[in-house]
């Protein structure tokens, strides 16, 4: 595993969310790990595949699936819009 990839971060939420609904995030807030956990929740919630090969990319954004999310944070939320 590289050192950039948040995969297994990925893929702990997406399962946990499956499971049991779980989807307290445990990784320091605002980390890399953090975001990549926040990614696997949304990926279960709209029916995506598991994720795969998740890293950060510039400019406040996400890749996973060959696919790239840009982050939209706020006091309320978090969400993700697609933008490749």
């Known amino acids: 595993m590289k050192t950039n990839d948040l995969t297994k971060y990925a893929?702990?939420?997406y399962q946990?969310?499956?499971d049991s609904g779980f989807t307290a995030n445990p990784n320091l807030y605002s980390s890399p790990a953090w975001y990549a956990h926040e990614l696997g929740i949304f990926f279960e919630k709209t029916?995506?595949?598991i994720p795969k090969e998740v890293r950060?990319?510039?400019?406040?954004?996400i890749r996973a699936n060959g696919m790239l999310f840009k982050i939209h944070e706020t006091?309320?939320?978090l969400t993700f819009e697609?933008?490749?």
């Open 47 to 49: 029916g995506r595949t």
């Open 11 to 13: 893929v702990s939420a």
């Open 16 to 18: 946990n969310r499956k």
């Open 82 to 84: 697609r933008i490749e």
């Open 56 to 61: 950060m990319s510039r400019g406040y954004s």
């Open 75 to 77: 006091k309320e939320q």
